[in-house]
């Protein structure tokens, strides 16, 4: 009984806080490219509604309806841990060359994948240079302000992101694509004190 209460209260506290942090900066009538299931494949809709969340304490939440091109209108709660990526019309290239002048700021990056957020991924940026990781590890950092990717130990096997707004990031897969994780920035918590 105590780990079903447990459980509730987690998923009640992190569920204001899942994925979806990028459709902030999206209004209704507003024309995107959203993947379901944030593998890197996109569709192209128009936002035909936003509206508060009736449900929901965190008034940051909203609820979204998409019509696809294809003809599905989809409705959706955002930021939530099920809710799809979203990039502007246009795709990576057009977003990168629009970001790359923004700098990094400071501060945590939470990673949040479909069911909770992911600790070993959450990273911490404490300067030009430097970053913590979840356990504490303190590394160096290099960031390509042209193609957008962030690399944590730029050395035989960095872990690698892809800056896909001005504070969210997501892992850069091996094969080029991206995970299935967003990390929006988290300005309240301190970059030196894992854990988050």
Known sequence: MKFVFVALVLLAVTSAY???????QFGAGQRVEVDA????????????????DPSHSNPARKLYTVKLDQGHEWSFRAPDFVAPCVRAPGGSEREHASLGPLPLLPGVYECYGQNALANPMTFGLIDGTTYMSSSGRRGRYSYDKHTGILSLDAGVRPARYQRTSANIFRPLLENGTLGGFS?????AKNPQRPPW
């Open 18 to 24: 899942g994925r979806g942090d990028e459709w902030r």
């Open 37 to 52: 299931g944030c593998t890197g494949t996109f569709a192209s809709g128009t936002i035909v509604k936003v509206a508060d």
């Open 183 to 187: 990390c929006p920035l988290n300005r």
